[in-house]
């Protein structure tokens, strides 16, 4: 890889209510503006080559990559561990009740009902990354989470994984990083994994 263009899913049902879904078997639907949203970004990256896309399996990305990509033939593949995390019990209700939990909590604790920690995210993320440096095709389309991107984006400017994540990242909208960058950006968070500070 040599060119890596990340972009969060469209709007989704769950997020235009403001409630959490890590969990697949989950139907969440985008919104009609998440669906413009996603033709608007395809319109937008129309003279950009992609080689590859790799969304997460979670539905919201799989159906922004079909829009973003209509008409065009590129292999579409589907990486479970770029999903958004795992909240257990506050699945499917509101995410600031699992962000209030997550403020107040360490990076190795996972929340009750089967969730994961922050510092298991890092790390599957990490490795969803550095998988994807190894990958032959230049020019890579990520349809992902604002997690996972928000991450990334702060570690390419050389700040680790926070407690709390105050970086916005836009609905459809293509943040672009070269392998250079991801791979700084993949040694922050190594780092901090190695030597979580919370």
């Not at 990305?61 to 209509?70: F, G, K, Y």
């Not at 604790?109 to 230049?138: D, M, Q």
Request: glycine fraction near 10%.
């Amino acid at each position: 890889m040599e060119q890596l263009t990340l972009a969060r899913h469209g709007e989704s049902d769950f997020s235009a209510r403001g409630l959490a879904n890590g969990d697949p078997s989950v139907d969440v639907p985008l919104t009609a503006l998440g669906e413009q949203q996603a033709r608007d970004l395809g319109l937008a990256l129309a003279d950009q080559e992609i080689d590859l896309c790799v969304t997460s399996a979670l539905g919201r990305t799989r159906a922004t990559a079909a829009l973003i990509l209509a008409g065009r033939h590129v292999a579409v593949e589907a990486w479970p561990v770029l999903n958004d995390p795992r909240v257990g019990r506050f699945e499917s209700g509101p995410l600031d009740a699992y962000r209030a939990w997550a403020g107040a909590s360490g990076s190795a604790e996972e929340p009750p009902g089967g969730g994961e920690s922050r510092l298991a995210i890092v790390t599957r993320y990490v490795g969803a990354f550095r998988k994807l440096l190894r990958r032959p095709e230049p020019a890579v389309l990520v349809v992902g989470h604002a997690l996972s991107i928000a991450y990334v984006l702060s570690a390419a400017e050389g700040q680790p994984p926070a407690a709390r994540i105050e970086r916005p990242v836009a609905y459809a909208h293509p943040y672009r990083l070269g392998a250079a960058d991801l791979r700084r950006a993949l040694e922050v968070l190594e780092a901090w994994r190695d030597a979580p500070t919370w």
